[in-house]
Structures are given as C-alpha cells and as structure tokens.
C-alpha cells in the first residue's frame, strides 16, 4: 500500500512515499529562519512550510506517480498548531483531489514506527522518546498498543540541550553542536547535581541540570568559557544522558524487559547511543535519517493504520497537546 505522508508539527517541512514499512522517497527541508532567534518562532514556522510543502511533495511524485497513491497519512499533534494546520489541510486536500483515504497521525506514535523501518523488534519493548518536545518513556505490548510509563516534568531533554547551547552562545539548534564539542571534552569537569524526581518513578526532570549550568557559567569570564567549552559541553551532556539512562535501567528492572527502543532526535546523540549499546544488551536506534522529525516515520505509521481499516474524518484538526 502506498501512502503519500506529510510532516509538519514543528520546524521540519518533511514529505514522504512509503509502503508498508519501506521508505521509497523522503524529503525533508529543515527550517534555517529560526537559528537567529534561537528558537522556533511559530508565525515564521508555519509560513516556511506552505512555502516548502508544494516544492517537497511535487519532488516525491517525481519517483511514484499520483495514481499510485493509495492512501495520504499527516501529523495532527502534538505540535505546533499553526504548523499542524498545514499539513493537515494539505494532506485532506489531496485526499479528496484523488478520492483515496486518510489518516491523522500522533507524532509520538511516528516516532515510534520510525524504529520499524530498519529493525524487525519483537514486542513488548520500551520506547525512550527523545526529542525537542518530548521525553516520555513508552511501554509497547504491540503495535498500536502503548502505555506511556514516565514523562518529563519540565523541560525535555532536547530543550535542555538546546538551551545549554543558547546559554554557551553555540546557535540553535544546538544539541549537535554539544555533540560534537563535547568528544574532545573531559565529562567529569563539572559534577551536575542527579535530579530529584517529586512524583513518578520513571519521569524526568532536566531544569534543575540546565540551572546548575546557568550558575555555573555566572562568574565564569568569557575566556575561560572559550577555553574549557568542550570539557563544559561533554559534562553537560553527561549529566543529561545519565539521566535518561538511569531512569530506562530501572524500568528494565520493575518491568522485566531488557529489549529497548531509543527514538526522535536526540536518539542521533553520539554518547547517548554509546552508553545505552554499552550498558542494555537489546538496544535498537532509528536509522540517522529518521531520528529528527521525517514524514518517513508518519507514512509507515499511516500504512499500518490504513491496511488495519483506521480512517479519519474530514473535521480532524490540529491537536497541539494530543497525547499517545
Ligand atoms: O525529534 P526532533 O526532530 O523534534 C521534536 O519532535 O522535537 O528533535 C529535535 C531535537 C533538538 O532539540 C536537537 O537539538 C536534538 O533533537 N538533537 C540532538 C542531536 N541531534 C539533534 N541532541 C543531542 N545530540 C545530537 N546529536
Ligand atoms: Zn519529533
């Protein structure tokens, strides 16, 4: 089954091809007009992709004509809602254009069958979702089949890279450039202080960690900064990641599972990837392509939704906080 998917939560236009679970065409077209206000700036965002959206999707229909398409799969939530709105319309457009199905798609659950594109993992397995909105921490008993167990309780884990970054001058977004800065950097330069989670035994916190940073940096001089900013990047990034895996180790524990799925953008960390594969014996990561936001992961989602006799109504709209 082919479906024609679109991506648009947030500040990537993405526009895809698939069938079933294999990936024909994926185009996305990464935002570059918010890196100087460090952050996304959601007027600009929405703007962006009617711009990109039409270029994306006449690209993709190079490769697999339009009456092939069998079904149309969007992102509508979580999200941004002026972004979501988008692909929304776009999407049911289509739709109608080529009388053919279409289903609204939850982010998270794309973030979840990104996995499925390269990996055959058997059920159930945990699902640590990592990116710029969301730190949640999934069981999955089956496809379709969640209950999410631990979640964030104040930034998520890619904010708070993203705002280290902003606080060390290194330009959004910067969980890459922390990445990249902190290989040739000593982790144990700066000690951060274990978060104190006040409710939930698998949630997160990382405000505490990114204030820790703030104080730190106070009375540092601009020089010194300069001069130990991998040592600051790789401690920072430490401390972010341990508390990510921490928490995953003891869900493994309480739930018996040891079979481990790390997903959405931040699952493209380096160190983050090296300490799981060290530490859990089954640990799958998206392919690099589909960690950051991918209308890849919302097709095959679509596919499997579609082929199962999920439909979605022409009233569906932008849910800005929909949960899994
Ligand atoms: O999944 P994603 O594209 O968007 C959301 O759904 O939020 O994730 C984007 C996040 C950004 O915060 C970005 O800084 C982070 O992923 N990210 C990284 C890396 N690559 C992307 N964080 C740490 N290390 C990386 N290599
Ligand atoms: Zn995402």
Redesign the pocket.
């Given at each position: 089954m082919k479906i024609l998917a679109f991506e648009t939560?947030?500040?990537?236009t993405s526009v895809a091809i698939v069938e079933d679970f294999n990936v024909i065409v994926n185009y996305t077209r990464q935002q570059l007009v918010h890196s100087e206000f460090g952050g996304v700036v959601p007027e600009l965002a929405a703007r962006e992709h009617i711009r990109y959206i039409y270029q994306l999707t006449k690209l993709a229909l190079k490769e697999v004509s339009l009456s092939e398409i069998e079904g149309i799969a969007f992102t509508y939530g979580p999200?941004l809602a002026s972004s979501l709105l988008i692909g929304i319309t776009f999407g049911k457009t289509i739709s109608q254009l080529i009388n053919k199905p279409f289903i609204g798609i939850n982010?998270l659950e794309g973030?979840i069958f990104s996995i499925f594109i390269n990996n055959k993992v058997d059920f159930p397995f945990l699902c640590l979702i990592?990116?710029?909105?969301?730190t949640e921490l999934v069981l999955v008993e089956d496809f379709l089949k969640y209950k999410v167990i631990g979640y964030t309780l104040d930034d998520?884990?890619?904010?708070a890279?993203?705002k280290g970054?902003k606080m060390l001058n290194l330009g959004?977004?910067?969980?890459?450039t922390?990445?990249?800065l902190s290989k040739s950097g000593n982790k144990d330069f700066i000690k951060f202080p274990k978060p104190k989670i006040k409710s939930g035994k698998f949630n997160f916190s990382f405000s505490g960690i990114k204030t820790s940073l703030r104080l730190y940096l106070k009375d540092k001089s601009e020089e010194f900064i300069k001069e130990h900013i991998s040592d600051i990047c790789a401690s920072y990034?430490e401390a972010?990641i341990d508390t990510v895996l921490d928490t995953t180790l003891k869900a493994i524990k309480e739930y018996n599972i040891s079979r481990i799925c790390v997903?959405?953008?931040?699952?493209?960390?380096?160190?983050?990837r090296e300490k799981f594969k060290e530490q859990i014996d089954e640990v799958y990561f998206p392919l690099p392509e589909y960690?950051?936001?991918?209308a890849a992961m919302i097709g095959v989602a679509g596919a499997y939704r579609l082929k199962k006799g999920y439909r979605s109504n022409l009233d569906i709209s932008a849910e800005p906080n929909l949960e899994l």
């Amino acid at each position: 089954m082919k479906i024609l998917a679109f991506e648009t939560s947030c500040d990537e236009t993405s526009v895809a091809i698939v069938e079933d679970f294999n990936v024909i065409v994926n185009y996305t077209r990464q935002q570059l007009v918010h890196s100087e206000f460090g952050g996304v700036v959601p007027e600009l965002a929405a703007r962006e992709h009617i711009r990109y959206i039409y270029q994306l999707t006449k690209l993709a229909l190079k490769e697999v004509s339009l009456s092939e398409i069998e079904g149309i799969a969007f992102t509508y939530g979580p999200g941004l809602a002026s972004s979501l709105l988008i692909g929304i319309t776009f999407g049911k457009t289509i739709s109608q254009l080529i009388n053919k199905p279409f289903i609204g798609i939850n982010h998270l659950e794309g973030h979840i069958f990104s996995i499925f594109i390269n990996n055959k993992v058997d059920f159930p397995f945990l699902c640590l979702i990592v990116s710029g909105g969301h730190t949640e921490l999934v069981l999955v008993e089956d496809f379709l089949k969640y209950k999410v167990i631990g979640y964030t309780l104040d930034d998520a884990i890619g904010e708070a890279f993203d705002k280290g970054a902003k606080m060390l001058n290194l330009g959004y977004p910067g969980g890459p450039t922390i990445d990249k800065l902190s290989k040739s950097g000593n982790k144990d330069f700066i000690k951060f202080p274990k978060p104190k989670i006040k409710s939930g035994k698998f949630n997160f916190s990382f405000s505490g960690i990114k204030t820790s940073l703030r104080l730190y940096l106070k009375d540092k001089s601009e020089e010194f900064i300069k001069e130990h900013i991998s040592d600051i990047c790789a401690s920072y990034q430490e401390a972010l990641i341990d508390t990510v895996l921490d928490t995953t180790l003891k869900a493994i524990k309480e739930y018996n599972i040891s079979r481990i799925c790390v997903v959405a953008g931040v699952s493209l960390n380096s160190r983050l990837r090296e300490k799981f594969k060290e530490q859990i014996d089954e640990v799958y990561f998206p392919l690099p392509e589909y960690c950051m936001d991918n209308a890849a992961m919302i097709g095959v989602a679509g596919a499997y939704r579609l082929k199962k006799g999920y439909r979605s109504n022409l009233d569906i709209s932008a849910e800005p906080n929909l949960e899994l």
